[in-house]
């Protein structure tokens, strides 16, 4: 991008404790939850993973593991056991006794922990290994953080490749340099969307019931609601406001955060 250098904020990585320049531009991922938990639990599952949030599990408590781990990705873990699974998976990760899911919990470590040393990636006991206190806490954070302030742009994954182009198109009104062809190429190929390392699942219908949709409104409100999202596989959810819409400040460069987009986590 001309003069101009992408830094890609590594996933595992708090936005806030890596640091970004004020002359650097901040774009940032979100997804559905319901499709992120969906995604993820996919992909965690498969057996030939080594880090993550189930080989975490795997370590520190088997029997939950087995529990709980996708068994039949050749058919997509579309059968009724590993359905099951996934939703008691979603209920686990979460904190036992304070509304607040795994991706709110990823969520707080990403954008808002000045922590370098939380781990928000292969940590299976990120938010149910909170205190009660700590759990509430970060609870509180997310419901008053505002988005516009946590970056520059965000963008969707269900329509990354749109976001792309327009978070570049507000770095570029900005005096940021875009080499256009690079980014149509990007997109073209599909890895903009998720062509290389996505999960393999079946349709989202199939996992969330009308119970497990509410669950994860449970868990993760405020995401639905800062983000503008009012269903769920399938499943309304109550209409959330508008999402906020960000102010930008000059900027010169542009850094990249990169979470709920890529499933690996």
Not at 241 to 261: D, F, I, N, R, V
């Amino acid at each position: 991008m001309g003069a101009h250098r992408l830094n890609v904020i590594p996933e595992a990585k708090a936005v806030r404790a890596v640091g970004v320049a004020k002359d650097e531009f901040l774009l940032a991922s979100v997804r559905n939850p319901c499709e992120s938990y969906l995604s993820l639990w996919a992909f965690q599952s498969e057996a030939q993973r080594r880090a993550g949030v189930m080989a975490d599990l795997r370590r520190r408590d088997p029997e939950a593991h087995k529990r709980l781990v996708g068994r039949d990705s050749q058919n997509g873990f579309t059968g009724p056991e590993d359905v099951q699974r996934f939703r008691a998976w979603i209920k686990f990760m979460g904190h036992q006794h304070v509304k607040l899911g795994l991706l709110s919990g990823r969520f707080y470590g990403k954008y808002l922990s000045q922590d370098p040393d939380m781990d928000i990636r292969d940590n299976a006991f990120l938010v149910r290994g909170m205190t009660e206190e700590t759990a509430a806490q970060t609870v509180q954070a997310i419901r008053s953080a505002s988005i516009s302030e946590l970056a520059d742009c965000w963008m969707h994954t269900e329509s990354l490749d749109a976001d792309i182009a327009g978070c570049l198109k507000d770095f570029e009104s900005l005096g940021g340099q875009v080499e256009w062809s690079k980014v149509q190429s990007v997109i073209q190929s599909g890895t903009s969307s998720g062509g290389h390392g996505g999960s393999k699942h079946g349709g989202c219908e199939t996992f969330f019931d009308e119970a497990t949709a509410r669950l994860v409104v449970e868990l993760d409100g405020a995401l639905f609601e800062k983000f503008g999202y009012d269903s769920c596989c399938g499943h309304s959810v109550s209409s959330p406001p508008l999402p906020e819409q960000p102010t930008l400040p000059p900027s010169t460069s542009m850094t990249g955060a990169w979470q709920e987009a890529d499933p690996s986590g």
